[in-house]
C-alpha cells in the first residue's frame, strides 16, 4: 500500500524550471514554487507573464552585447556617448557597476564570455570579429580591458592585446590592488603583491592637509 | 554628462519579480535574469508558461488543503487511503516529507500556517473550523499533529488538543528525540532533554545481534 504521493504535473514542472536558475537547488526550488502557488493567481501571471515579455521584448545588442529592446540599445544609440572610447567587458551583468561609478561615458562591447581551453571556448565563441570591426572602423581612440581578474580573465586580456597591436589604440586594463575600505591584513598576496607593483606618487596635495 | 543607465524596461521587471521570490536578494534577482535572458527564448517563454500555467491549473483542495487540479485531489480522492486517520500539518509543503517516509496511508489537513498572536495569526485565520468539520463527521479515529516542534507550532497543537478534547478521538504528537545519526555532542540541550524524557525499553529482539 504504498501511495507515490507528489505534486501535480503542473508544480512539478514550475519547480523543475525554477531549479533551472542559476544557484537554485531543489529545495530552495520548491519553497520557491509553493511561495508562488500561495499567492493569489494574478500575481503569479504576473511572474509568468514577466519572463514572456522579455522573451518577446529583449534581445541581445549587435553591437554591443547589451540588452535592447525593439525599440534600440540604449548604449550604442545614446547621443552624448564618447565614440572614442571602448570598454571590453565579458558580460552584459557586467555593465551596469561601471556604469553606475559614474565615471565612464564611452561606449561598451560585451564579449559574451571568455576564453577558457578546458570548457572549449575560443575566440570564435565569443563576440570578438565583432570587436576587431570596431575597432577597424578607426574612432576608437583607447579600448578599455575590464575583464576579471582571474587566469580566464588574464587570458582573454592577453589575447586580445595581441590580437589588436597593430591598431593604432591605447589600450587600457583595470587597475589592480587594495579594495577601498580593505585593510593589509584581509588582503591576500596575490592582490597586495599588485597593489605594491602599481603603487603610485602621492601628489603634494594629497599629502597636505 | 552622467547618464543613468539600467537594463530596459521589462528586464527590470522580470529582476522585481524574481527578487519577491523567498531567499532572493537583489544581487540574486539581477544573476537570474540575465542567465534567463541567455537562453533561448523558447526556454525563457517556457520558464513564463510554467508559471501561468499552475496560476491557472492549481487550487488549494478545500478539504486537505493540499494543491488540487482541476481533475481532483490526488490525496482525498485516492481510493486505497486509511480514512480513520488524519495527520494535521502546518503547510502543504510539509505533506511530501512525510509521505516519502513511506509509513504513513493516512489522510492530511493542512493548516496553512500557525497561530502566532504576534503576527495577527489567530484560529480564524487558520483551516481549523474546517479541520473541527472533518473530525466531527466521526470516521477519524486518530488525529496526529504533525506541527512544528517550535514555540508556535507547541502553541497550536495545544490550541487543538484542547478544542477537540471532547471528540472521541486519540490525538498524537510526532515524537521528538535524537535525529538519526545525530550524535550526542552535536544535539542541542532541549532536544537531549526530549529525548531522556520519551526514552523507550528496548524490545529482546533489539538487544540480541
Redesign the interface.
Known amino acids: ?3 507515490k ?7 512539478q ?2 519547480i ?2 525554477l531549479k ?5 537547488g531543489a529545495k ?1 526550488a ?8 500561495q499567492q493569489a ?2 500575481a ?15 534581445h541581445s545588442c549587435p553591437v554591443c552585447g547589451f ?3 525593439h525599440e534600440g540599445c ?2 550604442c544609440e ?1 547621443p ?2 564618447d565614440i572614442s572610447v571602448l570598454c571590453v567587458v565579458e ?3 557586467d ?2 557597476p561601471i ?1 553606475r561609478t ?1 565615471i565612464y ?1 564611452g561606449h561598451y562591447h560585451s564579449l559574451g564570455g571568455r576564453l577558457s581551453p578546458l570548457d572549449n571556448i575560443g575566440p570564435d565563441d565569443l563576440r570578438i570579429a565583432e570587436l576587431q570591426t570596431r575597432v577597424s572602423h578607426g574612432s576608437i581612440a583607447e579600448l578599455i580591458l575590464a575583464l576579471g581578474s582571474d587566469v580566464a580573465g588574464e587570458a582573454t586580456a592577453n589575447y586580445l592585446i595581441e590580437l589588436l597591436q597593430l591598431h593604432p589604440l591605447r589600450i587600457t586594463k583595470l587597475a589592480q590592488g587594495l579594495p577601498v575600505g580593505g585593510g593589509l591584513t584581509t588582503a591576500d598576496s596575490l592582490t597586495l603583491h599588485r597593489a605594491l607593483e602599481n603603487r603610485g606618487s602621492v601628489a603634494p596635495s594629497a599629502r597636505l592637509p
Open positions: 500500500l504504498i501511495v504521493l507528489d505534486y501535480p504535473q503542473p508544480v514542472a514550475l523543475l524550471q533551472r536558475l542559476p544557484g537554485i530552495s520548491e519553497r520557491m514554487a509553493i511561495w508562488l502557488l493567481p494574478s503569479i501571471e504576473e511572474f509568468g507573464n514577466s519572463a514572456l515579455l522579455v522573451a518577446r521584448e529583449i540588452f535592447a529592446t540604449v548604449i545614446a552624448d556617448r558580460q552584459p551583468l555593465i551596469l556604469e559614474g561615458h
